[in-house]
Nanobody
Framework: QVQLVESGGGAVQAGGSLSLSCAASGRALSIYRMGWFRQGPGKEREFVAA????????WYADSVKGRFTISRDNAKNTVNLQMNSLKPEDTAVYYC?????????????????WGQGTQVTVSS
């Protein structure tokens, strides 16, 4: 079992930045592919970014490419999401996820464990 706890959410104006962090306990994160998803008001949960267990591969949704950066520190058992040039449409609850399945990194089915989420609100 892996427990994931997100932090770093908050309110920011458009064009600003936030850094989200996901801390894991229970098992070492180093064996898991990690992902970030988000769910905006009235929307389905969607893929944001993912990173392989080694950090050697990353994936991004087209909507955040060039603005968001995912990284991991296996020694600290954390995964981070640096979000720059934020837009009002980035407003959502952001979820951290961990998985070892063979599904594509961009789909929810790829992940076995989920955090409770952290709110990000971007005002115009």
């Amino acid at each position: 079992q892996v427990q994931l706890v997100e932090s770093g959410g908050g309110a920011v104006q458009a064009g600003g930045s936030l850094s989200l962090s996901c801390a894991a306990s229970g098992r070492a994160l180093s064996i898991y592919r990690m992902g970030w998803f988000r769910q905006g008001p009235g929307k389905e949960r969607e893929f944001v970014a993912a990173i392989s267990w080694s950090g050697g591969s990353t994936w991004y949704a087209d909507s955040v490419k060039g603005r968001f950066t995912i990284s991991r520190d296996n020694a600290k058992n954390t995964v981070n999401l640096q979000m720059n040039s934020l837009k009002p449409e980035d407003t959502a609850v952001y979820y951290c996820a961990a998985g070892r399945t063979s599904f594509s990194a961009t789909v929810r089915a790829a992940y076995d464990y989920w955090g409770q989420g952290t709110q990000v609100t971007v005002s115009s």
